[in-house]
Structures are given as C-alpha cells and as structure tokens.
C-alpha cells in the first residue's frame, strides 16, 4: 500500500505545537471551593510538577478571571486564595495551572453559589416562646425550632449581669432552653441568629440584634414575707397571729385581737395566711391584709396559691361570701361588703374567690398607667364558719 501525502511540507502539523510536543504543567490537587458572602474561597494542592508557578480562575466564560501567584517548594504547597467582588450567583469556574513560560494544565471545572442580599432578605430571627425573670434574678428563656433548611445553627444573646458586666451567650439551634443567673433587672437583653448558606462556608450571616426585655419578670421579691412558713409579729401563744410586714386591719383580728396568721389546727400547715370566722370568731366584714409598693407604669399579674385541691381542708366560700385578691391604687384597700369593691374607682384589678377547692391558684391583670403607689393583698367580708388558706403571694410584671 503507498500512502502519498499532498501538503507541501510533510511537517506542516508542527505549527500547531509550536515546533515541538505540547508541554502541559501539573493540575492543580485535591481542588475544593467554599461558598461565601459575595466571594469565594479556593484551596488545593500543588504536588508533581515543580514549574507550576500561578493558578488561574476563570469564570464568566473567560471574561473574568484572577491570578494567585505559587511559590513553589521541593515539597507539597498548598493553595489557598479568596476571590472577592463576585455577587450573588452560581458561578462555573475554569481553573488551570501555568508555569513562567505560560505553558498551562488541562482545565478543571468547579461549580460554587456565592450569597449575598437575597439570602440575607430570606432569614429570619428565632422566636422566643417565653422569658421570664424570676426573683432570683435568673432569666429563663425558651426558644421555638427553626428551620434548619435556611442554615441556621445558633442564637446570640446579650445581657447585663448584675455587676454591670455584659456578656455574650451562644445558643446551638437544638438548644431550647437557656438559664441566666445574675440578670440585671431593669435591662433589656439583645437577640441575632447565626446562619451559615452552606455547612463550609467562609462567612455567617447574621439577623439584627434586636432588644427585648424579658415576658415576665417575678417582682415577688418587692412583697415581704411572701411565702408559707408566713412570719409573725405576734402571736397569741397558740393558733393565731399577726403577720410581720402586712397591715391587718382590726376587722381581721376576730381573735382577741389576732388573726391572719394561722399556726396550724386540725390537719392544716402552719405558717398559713387564714382568715377565720365563726366557731366562736366574729364574723369579718371588710377585713383586708396587704402591703403598698411602688410600681411603675406597665402591665402585672397578682397571684396567690390556695391551699385546695383534694385535701379538704378549705372551707370553700360561697356567691354570699365577698373574698378578693386586689391591687387598689393608695395606701389602703377598697371595702369589699357587698361587692362594693369591683366597682369602685381606685380598684386596678381584682379575683373574687368563691371556692378555693379548684382551682388552687388565684391570679388577676391590672394595669398601672403612671408611677404610684398600689396596695395589694386580701380584701373580704365572710359569714360563719368560713375560712381559706393562702400559702404565697406574688407578683409579676409583663412585657409585651
């Protein structure tokens, strides 16, 4: 067989090599991009081919590219280089090697997505199911879920502590709960969510901080001697007494001259708010027990628990009986005979109690619209044979 080429020069195939073999340089290894704010990170290793010199990226069809210089050891160099300016997109990159002579390496071919205002728009804070504040200045938080498609992994939470000091906690997103002790009252405590597009990216993205002060706060603390064992002033050497820190009124000293206090008889704790009569007892009419606080605008809840339930041992009042839990604005009480009580105009809120066998807690919602001063307390009138016993009292201020 002859074979009979027709080209003028046999080594005319030579041009397009340039007089000679096609000289590549080593590709660059193990080659990984990281998503991140408007740019990218790069990495990989230059291992075989000690030419190499620069590592170019394209992208935009060539249109755009950078160069990241490599200066080459005997060993293993790593590559590692951010590319700014690169707006929120997907982006297909070339990547390649050269050496000083511009001989480059077969091009390799990576897809990355940068995030920037569109992702930003999209995120959301974490909610916050409930705060409060008890009166030991801890603060409770829990957090509802979220959905961890959008990158979010954790919450910050700024607070004052009570030394003035201010902190930083971080909350992981499958954390729902978070106890701070020594909050200072008063303060408000700062909120952002942390996200991350994807779980390598170079840069998290942030909510606003946004300042909040907490629910609930437990003001309790601001009515002395408000919990079972109650303390005395005095008592009459048995059963009944007079209660430290409370005003108690004459009408509620049907006892020779005690009452409200209850030492225990029967079955029943000691260390009781009771309020007493028949058995012997007169009956009470517009008896009130109470303190005067100092309370600024805002919304508050005022609590008492009963002892009830099951146990029988309240004698539980009736429609004819006018048993309250009030807040009053003053230094004092409004009468409650009759039920005078509820419509008068310095009452900021009240709970009659009819049946302290359920339920076993007593709560009401008043409204303080300027600084003043509000007594609150026990506010009643009672036939014979009644009596019920208080084993706390608290009060709560809430924060919309």
């Known amino acids: 067989m002859l074979i009979h080429s027709c080209a003028s020069n046999a080594d005319d195939y030579l041009k397009f090599t340039e007089g000679g073999a096609i000289s590549y340089t080593g590709k660059i290894d193990s080659l990984k991009i990281f998503s991140g704010r408007d740019r990218i990170k790069i990495e990989g290793l230059i291992i075989s081919d000690p030419k190499v010199s620069q590592l170019r990226v394209y992208w935009n069809a060539k249109k755009d590219s950078v160069v990241i210089p490599i200066n080459r050891t005997s060993g293993i160099d790593e590559v590692s280089s951010v590319i700014e300016s690169l707006p929120e997109n997907i982006y297909n990159f070339d990547v390649k090697t050269f050496d000083a002579k511009g001989n480059g390496s077969v091009s390799q071919y990576i897809t990355a997505q940068t995030y920037g205002t569109r992702y930003q728009a999209s995120l959301t804070d974490r909610k916050i199911v409930s705060s409060s504040l008890s009166s030991d200045l801890s603060l409770t938080i829990n957090f509802a879920s979220m959905d961890l498609t959008t990158g979010a992994f954790a919450t910050e939470i700024v607070y004052t502590d009570g030394s003035n000091l201010e902190h930083t906690v971080t909350v992981p997103v499958d954390q729902t709960q978070l106890v701070i002790p020594n909050y200072k009252i008063g303060t408000q405590f700062s ?172 709560e009401f919602t008043f409204v303080v619209n300027q600084t003043q001063q509000v007594s609150l307390g026990i506010s009643l009138t009672q036939g014979q044979e009644r009596y019920g016993h208080f084993l706390s009292v608290r009060l709560y201020k809430k924060n919309n």
């Open 191 to 362: 909120q952002r969510s942390l996200f991350l597009p994807t779980l390598t990216a170079i840069d998290t993205f942030y909510t606003e901080f946004v300042s909040k002060y907490p629910q609930v706060i437990d003001l309790s603390y601001m009515i002395k001697n408000n919990t079972r064992p109650f303390l005395t002033s005095s008592t009459d050497g048995g059963r009944w007494g007079i209660l430290a820190d409370w005003t108690t009124n004459a009408a509620c000293k049907n006892h020779n001259g005690y009452g409200g206090w209850d030492g225990g008889c029967c079955g029943n704790p000691p260390g009781t708010i009771n309020l007493e009569s028949g058995w012997g007892a007169p009956n009470i009419t517009n008896g009130k027990i109470y303190q005067t606080v100092t309370l600024e605008p805002g919304t508050y809840v005022f609590k008492t628990d009963l002892l009830a339930g099951g146990s029988g041992l309240n004698s539980g009042w009736s429609t004819s009986d006018y048993v309250y839990i009030t807040a009053t604005s003053g230094t004092s009480l409004a009468d409650s005979e009759g039920g005078a009580l509820e419509t008068n105009a310095a009452t900021l809120g009240f709970k009659k109690i009819v049946n302290t066998m359920s339920p076993d807690a007593a």
